[in-house]
């Protein structure tokens, strides 16, 4: 008897828990685009480009297209800068 496979993802919440394409249409709603214009980019259906933005909505923890560009760039690494690891420890 083989195991369980692994869960898909082990993170629930926040931006690493976005599947790649919640993560690529949230990213163009965040830069503006229109829900019918990234399906049309996406060659994907408008119903498609909704459910992908409500699951990241609910994901990030936000409630308005507004809050997108913040909530994407919140949970993103500081850039690493040369000295900062001696810094840190």
């Known amino acids: 008897m083989q195991p369980a496979p692994a869960p898909r993802r ?9 599947t790649p394409s919640e993560r690529r249409v949230a990213a163009m709603a965040a830069e503006g685009l229109s829900n019918r214009d990234i399906a049309q980019a996406l060659f994907i259906t408008l119903r498609t480009v909704e ?15 507004t809050q997108l560009p913040a909530a994407l760039t919140s949970a993103a ?13």
Request: net charge positive.
């Open 51 to 65: 459910m992908h933005l409500s699951n990241a909505f609910r994901k990030l923890g936000i409630s308005t297209r």
């Open 10 to 18: 082990l993170v629930v919440s926040g931006v690493d828990a976005l």
């Open 77 to 89: 690494p500081a850039p690493v800068t040369p000295g900062s690891e001696a810094l840190a420890g």
